[in-house]
T-cell receptor, first 115, second 116 residues
Framework: AQSVTQLGSHVSVSEGALVLLRCNYS??????LFWYVQYPNQGLQLLLK??????LVKGINGFEAEFKKSETSFHLTKPSAHMSDAAEYFC?????????????FGTGTRLKVLA | DSGVTQTPKHLITATGQRVTLRCSPR?????VYWYQQSLDQGLQFLIQ???????AKGNILERFSAQQFPDLHSELNLSSLELGDSALYFC???????????????FGPGTRLTVT
């Protein structure tokens, strides 16, 4: 079964600095990959997803992620952090188990943006 | 607004009690998922329904049960509540089975359950 690892449960960056949130998955078969964001007191919302095709995926709010099969990674980046980016970010991968597609979420990374 | 609604937003109850959380998926979505989010356990998948049928189970306790009705809304029943059941409970929906063909899940705002 698939697993998802997010390195760093907490990440702090200065406003205007690069944001890099790491995600690695376990499967040797390219899966479908997702990044979700959760703002305080809200549900999760999709930032971006990779299915097939271009390995560099652009999402909302200036975020992008690159699928690297050789590294089994799908790291999330944003060139310049904004205070409003402070939130928790979840990487997810889809997996097929007993004929059913399932989502596997990582443990989340809480991003703090320092003024 | 994701289009997924959950009621109630907040629920405070005592240990040993039973509660029902309700979820209405986005119009046209056939799959409903339930998640529990707590500080110590993170985001835990509980159970999935697809067009009224249970499709997958995650870390759902025997004290918990769910169902999806013909109109596709879903209810999560939590019984014999314990202090440790205090958490945010999210419902999500997707057009078909999330993950397949790259479908994403759309999350509701959650129900915050406090067990005292």
């Amino acid at each position: 079964a698939q697993s998802v690892t997010q390195l760093g449960s907490h990440v702090s960056v200065s406003e205007g600095a690069l944001v890099l949130l790491r995600c690695n998955y376990s499967s040797s078969v390219p899966p479908y990959l997702f990044w979700y964001v959760q703002y305080p007191n809200q549900g999760l919302q999709l930032l971006l997803k990779y299915t097939t095709g271009a390995t560099l995926v652009k999402g909302i709010n200036g975020f992008e992620a690159e699928f690297k099969k050789s590294e089994t990674s799908f790291h999330l980046t944003k060139p310049s952090a904004h205070m409003s980016d402070a939130a928790e970010y979840f990487c997810a991968v889809s997996d097929r188990d007993s004929g059913t597609y399932k989502y596997i979420f990582g443990t989340g990374t809480r991003l703090k943006v320092l003024a | 607004d994701s289009g997924v609604t959950q009621t109630p937003k907040h629920l405070i109850t005592a240990t040993g009690q039973r509660v029902t959380l309700r979820c209405s998926p986005r119009s046209g979505d056939l799959s409903v998922y339930w998640y529990q989010q707590s500080l110590d356990q993170g985001l835990q998948f509980l159970i999935q329904y697809y067009n009224g049928e249970e499709r997958a189970k995650g870390n759902i306790l025997e004290r918990f049960s769910a169902q999806q009705f013909p109109d596709l809304h879903s209810e999560l029943n939590l019984s014999s509540l314990e202090l440790g059941d205090s958490a945010l409970y999210f419902c999500a929906s997707s057009p078909r089975e999330a993950g397949g063909l790259g479908y994403e899940q759309y999350f509701g705002p959650g129900t915050r359950l406090t067990v005292t």
